[in-house]
């Protein structure tokens, strides 16, 4: 069995409420629960040796999480996504299993869809307007970091952006830098609450759609 | 989902607790489902998930064809601002449907301080507080658990109060209840038939009158109702469901790993304790049950953790049996098997050493008391010479951490008594100073006291509780007189005991108070993020009633008790019995080696031993 395999998966419905350290500790289980031995770390506290690529948001859908992990011993692996998704909580389906190739580096890009709900207004005027402000030439927002507050411009790590009107809501359709700088795609919300409220949706949701090599092919 | 509560979701603390869809849930479909019910636990996901009577009644009840039970907690109270606000009512995990829409709404109380919690749920769910303003008979709302023991101060609030184990008696009601419905029958018509299944209490069938001093002058039935109302049991614990594809929460709650029972009952007998009365006769489960349930649970878990759960697990006979059945199947595969509830005795010690190979944490006892003197008036059958022995091994072996469990404030407490609590931590330390097998890491002993609370249907159920002020010099005297370093002494207060002992002996009247604690503001008052004494004293002002005459009054032998109405199986001339025994610091034989008498025996129509 090669070292390092990986798995994509999605985390839709109830389950995008489930913690990053709730995933990991669901997968650890739902692993002996299919059959599928996970190699664990020595020592006197050992942990499955797993790691997720781009930890998740709470309240973050996305049908594209990948997770790298690795097995005591051979297994099958074309069995193992369907085996998997059998015994994972409602939300959670794994769709393909193979050997890792590319390191986590170089995900690059990541593709985020926003459902923006404007309550009492209309779509098509707020789709143009957000189409606009997302065009500046720079939009600098104030967010916490581990060390503490930092001003970070969103416009080089937006790739392209479009803004799609329902009724009452706008679909946000967006390929963002998912990592060196991460743009969190709750940024995306907050630069309108800093930089144009008028333009805030009264509730927003984000699902990531896909993964990205630097040159824009996908990532596996 | 909702799409009010998408929107709520992302501002409070952990959602993950409030949207259900966990592995094993159980989803039926609603087309061929004729009765909802909603089991709802009064106390947050990470406490109530952790209760094994709910897992327990959880699968027994959706075994029951046409019957779909789904889970509903408290909200912390972010969670319950938000819902409020959002006018979003009390939802069960599963469905997501409001709690309002379901049949029947049944509550587990195994604790007096989850009472406003209670009223807090129903509220949340639109649904009326007391059984009189809800002239219908769906929603039936009606409670079990340990604490419906003494079902008076919550009485006005619920239909009917099942008291005892609930595998084989929430079954029967529901059936009656289910044909009730489809007949049409009225409320009053199904309460009246419904006290007719033995362990079933209806309050609205029971009238109580007061003497001029506030105490109980009777607590009369009608419409057919029993005089008293025998607790329910299971006989035999090998013939009965016990779920081994319980739900994995996907979030950690308190508990979090796979439970195992052992037995019921305990054959001890100590005189403070509740469990130790109320869950009599003893009944084991053979090893061969236990170490396939064990297995089966961690097979369609995979949890890494399991934990043999009983009063007292070291005495149950084949003990060494299901540790080594069960380390089979455990080692292999790296998961930890524990054991809660161990005596400070050999035999423990041994096991531990058995299942403890990798970590040695802490270890805790629960001497109860510092003197062997108070030991023996509360039957707390521990020697000094075996719990230091017990250290000592324990030290031997590279623990080096112990804590002490002391209640202060049991019958015939002396300030000698007191004194007695810190001499033993002193021997403790001396212990470790002689026989550690590794002084460098130091030693750490921990010393905790809380305030005894007497409880009904145990011997000291007549008792008065210290007053909060005397337990505070109690406190003091001990603070004073524990100066050793590597001891560190934790007291609980007393606020919340005093209130948990007026709630556990209250009777009827006791429900103006907690109404009127939840009216105030009052939800999760077993958590001293909310708890608030000042609350409950105004309340109980409000109510015109004084706590101190539920908490801190002795009782007359020959007193009407509000939870006399309940039969748990002990008679009262036992434990009166067993009082006077304390009073003498006489100690009585564990059921094991010669049978007390208590009654509880009269439980099992085809008799037997009281034996682990």
Known sequence: MPEKLRMRFSKTGRAIWLSHLDLMRTMQRAFLRAGYPLKYSEGFNPHAQ??????????????????????????????????????????????????????????????????????????????????????????????????????????????????????????????????????????????????????????????RREVYLENGEVFR | MDRRLERILPRVQKPARYVGGEYNQIIKDKAEVNLRMAFCFPDIYEIGMSNIGMRILYHTINRMPGVWCERVFAPWGDMDAELRAAGIPLYALESGDPVSEFDALGFSIGYEMAYPAVLNMLDLAGIPLRSADRPELVPLVFAGGTSCCNPEPMA?????????????????????????????????????????????????????????????????????????????????????????????????????????????????????????????????????????????????????????LSLSSSDYRPLAQVCDGLLDYCEPRSISLSLPSLRADNFS??????????RKGGLTFAPEAGTQRLRDAINKNVREEDLLHSCRVAFEGGWNGVKLYFMLGLPTETDEDVLGIAELANRVLHTWREYASNKK?????????????????????????????????????????????????????????????ALSRGDRRVADVIETVFRTGGALEAWSDYFSFERWMNAFAASGLDPAFYACRERGKDEALPWDVIDMGVTRAHLWHEREQAYRAELSPDCRRQCTGCGALALLPKGGRCDA
């Open chain 2, 441 to 501: 890491r130091g030693v750490r002993i921990t010393v905790s006291t809380s305030c005894f609370v007497p409880k009904p249907h145990s011997p000291f159920q007549w008792e008065a509780q210290v007053t909060m002020e005397e337990y505070q010099r109690r406190v003091q005297l001990l603070r004073d007189n524990m100066k050793a370093k590597n001891v560190t002494y934790n007291w609980h207060d007393p606020d919340t005991s005093f209130i948990e002992a």
């Open chain 2, 349 to 358: 010690m041994e096991i531990m050493s058995r299942l403890q190979k990798v």
């Open chain 1, 50 to 207: 797993i790691s997720i690529l781009l930890p998740l948001s709470v309240g973050c859908a996305s049908e594209c999480e990948l997770m790298d992990f690795q097995l005591t011993e051979d297994a099958d692996l074309a069995a193992l996504p369907a085996r998997l998704s059998a015994v994972l909580p409602e939300g959670i389906v794994v769709h393909e299993a193979y050997e890792a190739g590319t390191k986590a580096k170089y995900l690059k890009w990541l593709r985020v869809t926003g459902r923006y709900e404007y309550d009492a207004r209309d779509g098509a005027a707020m789709a143009a307007r957000l189409a606009e402000f997302y065009a500046r030439p720079a939009i600098v927002i104030t967010r916490k970091t581990k060390r503490g507050e930092g001003e970070m411009d969103l416009v080089p790590a937006i790739r392209a952006l479009r803004a799609e009107a329902g009724e009452r809501r706008v679909t946000v359709d967006a390929v963002i830098s998912a990592q060196e700088p991460t743009l969190n795609p709750d940024h995306l919300v907050a630069a309108l609450r800093q930089r144009a409220p008028d333009l805030a949706p009264d509730f927003a949701a984000f699902t």
């Open chain 2, 156 to 308: 006005p609030f619920f239909d009917l109060m099942v008291v005892g184990e609930g595998e084989e008696v929430d079954c029967e009601l529901l059936e009656l209840f289910r044909a009730a419905r489809d007949a049409g029958w009225e409320k009053a018509r199904f309460l009246r038939a419904a006290a007719r299944i033995p362990g079933v209490y209806v309050p609205s069938l029971y009238t109580p009158e007061y003497h001029e001093d506030g105490t109980l002058r009777a607590l009369t039935p009608r419409g057919g109702a029993p005089a008293r109302v025998t607790k329910r049991i299971i006989e035999d614990l090998d013939a009965c469901e016990y779920p081994t594809a319980p739900i994995v929460p996907s979030t950690e709650i308190v508990h979090d790993r796979v439970n195992v029972e052992l037995f019921r009952g305990c054959i001890r007998g100590c005189r403070f304790c509740q469990a130790g009365y109320v869950y009599r006769p003893v009944r084991p489960r053979k090893p061969e049950t236990i170490i396939r349930q064990g297995v089966e649970s961690l097979q369609n878990t995979g949890y890494q953790e399991a934990t043999l």
